[in-house]
Nanobody
Framework: QVQLVESGGGLVQPGGSLTLSCAAS????????MGWYRQASGKQRDLVAT???????NYADSVKGRFTISRDNAKNTVYLQMNSLKPEDTAVYYC???????????????WGQGTEVTVSS
C-alpha cells in the first residue's frame, strides 16, 4: 500500500506565495511521474504541473512563470512553489504520483487527500 500526505495549503493574499508538498510512503519500488492538479468549487479537476522521473516538466498555461514543480527523489516528495498567486488560483490542490509498488511491481496512480488554497484579500 502507498500513502500520500500533502501539506502547505492555506489562506494567502493576492500576490503572495505558498509551497505545497506531497510525500509518498509505503511499498514503493519506484516512482515515475509526479504532479499537481487542482479543482475549484463546481469545476473539474485540472492539471497544474507534472515532473517525470527524468526531470521533464509540464505546466498549465495559466501557471507558467508563476509556479515551479520540483521533486526530491530521496524523500519521495514532490513540491509546488506558487508565486504571484491570484484569486483564480483558489482551489483544492491534489498531488498525483505514479508508483510501481514493491510487492506486486504493478504501476498505478495514487492521489493525495487534497490541500485547500485560498487566495483572497
Amino acid at each position: 500500500q502507498v500513502q500520500l500526505v500533502e501539506s502547505g495549503g492555506g489562506l494567502v493574499q493576492p500576490g503572495g506565495s505558498l509551497t505545497l508538498s506531497c510525500a509518498a510512503s509505503g511499498s514503493i519500488f519506484s516512482i515515475n511521474a509526479m504532479g499537481w492538479y487542482r479543482q475549484a468549487s463546481g469545476k473539474q479537476r485540472d492539471l497544474v504541473a507534472t515532473i517525470t522521473s527524468g526531470g521533464s516538466l509540464n505546466y498549465a498555461d495559466s501557471v507558467k512563470g508563476r509556479f515551479t514543480i520540483s521533486r526530491d527523489n530521496a524523500k519521495n516528495t514532490v513540491y509546488l512553489q506558487m508565486n504571484s498567486l491570484k484569486p483564480e488560483d483558489t482551489a483544492v490542490y491534489y498531488c498525483k504520483v505514479l508508483v510501481t509498488t514493491s510487492v506486486t511491481r504493478f504501476t498505478r496512480a495514487y492521489w493525495g487527500q487534497g490541500t485547500e488554497v485560498t487566495v483572497s484579500s
